[in-house]
């Protein structure tokens, strides 16, 4: 027999009662009895007491750090270099030597273009002084020759080269000349080449000064 029968079976005037009758224990089981499951929880029911819920404060908020102020700022017009001092360096030491080496080329430009003016009013004024023919010859000189004053200091060199391959030619034809003659007085049937050996000197000779050697020396002049 369980105790609710048990509890039945003695009334009010049997000698068992029901504990569970009592108020106190009725009163407790209905405030920690659980709701139903077909029953929606109202937390907001101030029915029903809670205990409170410890909380730990949070900590104060620290103040924020603000970024150093740099106390020399950079203006903005003014340029970083990243590790370019030295190409920069040495690109400007590059610049400097092209700049010298091109007043030095001016320089030797316009010492020479001075040269040529100087040359050109000298030779203007100047007096015919070639070929040298005593002063007594009724023929006059024709040419004015004068290499270190009308050429320029490059090319002096060249023109005398070239004057002294003129003056080759013309002692080959003298000896020419000279080579005929004896031939012509051993054999006389030598008499036609004696006779152009000195058409040839005296026609190769001034005609090679006029149309081979003047142009050139006019040239470099």
Known sequence: MSWQQAARNSGPGGTDSNPFEDPAVLEHSTEHREPALNQLYN??????????????????????????????????TEHRSYGTQKPTTMLTADLLRQQEELEKKAAELDRKERELQNTAISSSISLNNWPPLPSFCPVKPCFYHDIKADIPRDFQKTVSVMYYLWMLSSVVLF??????????????????HFGLSILWLLLFTPCSFVCWYRPLYKAFR
């Open 175 to 192: 000896l020419n000349l000279l080579g005929s003659l004896a031939w012509f007085t051993v054999h006389v049937e030598a008499g036609t």
């Open 43 to 76: 937390p907001f029911d101030g029915s029903r007491e809670f205990a409170p819920i410890k909380t730990t404060p949070l900590p104060p908020p620290q103040p924020t750090e603000q970024p150093a102020v740099c106390q020399n700022p950079r203006s903005p």
